[in-house]
């Protein structure tokens, strides 16, 4: 599962060192090259939305019962760096979300 695949949620899970949150991982392989920016944009922004409607309905709850009163934690693994435009994208949703109660983050995978 990754970015490629809007309605579905890539992983999640619990970290033992904070058991007050959930992390819900996304997938991204996909390049940030300047022809397919855009592409990439509006997969990663159809994901989030995915995402974010899975913890606002409180599907969350009902899928993964031991997410009940845990922050979540909506984690994008990348394998490339992020471009300037994914930068400004990733910074409007995670300051978004945080009204939401939602934390954003984007972790670039060590190679």
């Known amino acids: 599962m990754s ?36 592409e990439h944009l509006l997969l990663l922004q159809e994901k989030l939305n995915t995402y974010i409607a ?27 760096p992020l471009s300037e435009q994914a930068e400004l994208f990733i910074d409007r949703a995670t300051e978004t979300l945080k009204d939401a109660g939602i934390v954003l983050e984007f972790v670039l995978k060590a190679r």
Do not use: C
């Open 54 to 80: 899975f913890i606002e309905s409180g599907e969350i709850n009902e899928t993964i019962p031991s997410a009940q009163g845990k922050a979540p934690i909506i984690r994008i693994t990348g394998k490339y």
């Open 3 to 38: 970015v490629l695949e809007a309605a579905t949620i890539d992983m999640w899970g619990i970290p033992k060192w904070d058991q007050s949150k959930v992390v819900l991982g996304i997938s991204d392989h996909v390049g940030w090259e300047q022809e397919q920016e855009g």
